[in-house]
């Protein structure tokens, strides 16, 4: 079945460590890759996109993002997480129809 | 702000009951999506409209229903509501049909009690 898997369910870390967190899909073919970030009780912001190309992307508030095309992966990164990066990530993918698939979301908390 | 308008923000309403959710999408854009957010189930897409056409389906039940009117604004009506219908519903718009950025709005969250 097709399906989207996120690593970590929470991670907490301190302010200024680095954070990264997995992603990994099952679709064969052409997709499109997210993350969508979920402040608390906020609705869902895009934080970065892959359609295409070069395939580090970098997106808003200093994340990055790498698709692994032989590892069905697309790693969000961020070298120096700060107190306000506290919030849900969810990677999503978009594939052979036009709905967007959603991993199960990771909780990140950043320790001030 | 995304530009993605929902209302209401909440709503309670009892078991058995019929509310309808309503979604503006962002100026220009012609699809309309909706997902469900809960704690057991995640993020799940319900449905998308193009147009006012229905483009795709998801884990909707039987039990809700959704348009898309001639002005691009979308409704998407739960109804006989039990307590799993409890969740956050989100609508996202994109400016086509294909695979494009879905831009989200603040949510619905229902409360059945």
């Known amino acids: 079945a097709q399906s989207v898997s996120q690593h970590n369910h929470h991670v907490i870390l301190s302010e200024a460590a680095s954070l990264e967190l997995g992603c990994n899909y099952s679709y064969g073919g052409t997709v499109n890759l997210f993350w969508y970030v979920q402040y608390p009780g906020q609705h869902l912001q895009l934080l970065l996109k892959?359609?295409?190309?070069?395939?580090l992307v970098k997106g808003i508030k200093g994340f990055e993002a790498e698709f692994i095309k032989s590892k069905f992966s697309f790693n969000l990164r961020k070298p120096s997480v700060q107190w306000s990066d506290t919030a849900e990530y969810f990677c999503a993918v978009n594939a052979h129809d036009y709905k967007l698939s959603f991993g199960a979301g990771t909780t990140v908390t950043v320790r001030a | 702000d995304s530009g993605v308008t929902q209302t209401p923000k909440h709503l309670i309403t009892a078991t058995g009951q019929r509310v309808t959710l309503r979604c503006s999408p962002r100026s220009g854009d012609l699809s309309v999506y909706w997902y469900q957010q809960s704690l057991d189930q995640g993020l799940q897409f319900l449905i998308q409209y193009y147009n006012g056409e229905e483009r795709a389906k998801g884990n909707i039940l039987e039990r809700f229903s959704a348009q898309q009117f001639p002005d691009l604004h979308s409704e998407l009506n739960l109804s006989s509501l039990e307590l799993g219908d409890s969740a956050l519903y989100f609508c996202?718009?994109?400016?086509?049909?294909?695979?494009?950025?879905?831009?989200f709005g603040a949510g619905t969250r229902l409360s059945v009690l």
């Open positions: 892959y359609f295409s190309g070069d395939p």
């Open positions: 996202a718009s994109s400016v086509g049909g294909g695979k494009d950025i879905q831009y």
